[in-house]
Nanobody, 122 residues
Framework: VQLVESGGGLVQAGGSLRLSCAAS????????VGWFRQPPGKEREFIAA????????YYSDSVKGRFTIARDNAKNTVYLQMSSLKSEDTAVYYC????????????????WGQGTQVTVSS
């Protein structure tokens, strides 16, 4: 499965963005999907994950209550709605997919997108 992220950009602190992760090659309904981010000079970190059906979602403490992960299997797309953005949310955001249950570790995911840059200005 190939993954392509979109929706990143420059936004002021307090603003919102919605990222999309579009899948091709295979139906994404068979995969758990996670969102990760990598701030400048730091390691890739877990943000959110969603199960195959969307019935279970998971968030890091740093984004819980501000970000929402959702999926539309009919559109073969997973979304990350980001609100109340802070300067520390600045990073390259990646989506990843795997046939296993949702995990918080990057190594658990087999397929990755190229990433999309999110920059939050204070």
């Amino acid at each position: 499965v190939q993954l392509v992220e979109s929706g990143g950009g420059l936004v002021q602190a307090g603003g919102s963005l919605r990222l999309s992760c579009a899948a091709s090659g295979r139906t994404i309904s068979s995969y758990s999907v996670g969102w990760f981010r990598q701030p400048p000079g730091k390691e890739r970190e877990f943000i959110a994950a969603i199960s195959w059906t969307g019935g279970s979602t998971y968030y890091s403490d740093s984004v819980k209550g501000r970000f929402t992960i959702a999926r539309d299997n009919a559109k073969n797309t997973v979304y990350l709605q980001m609100s109340s953005l802070k300067s520390e949310d600045t990073a390259v955001y990646y989506c990843a997919a795997d046939r296993s249950v949702p995990r918080r570790t990057p190594s658990a995911y087999e397929y990755w997108g190229q990433g999309t840059q999110v920059t939050v200005s204070s």
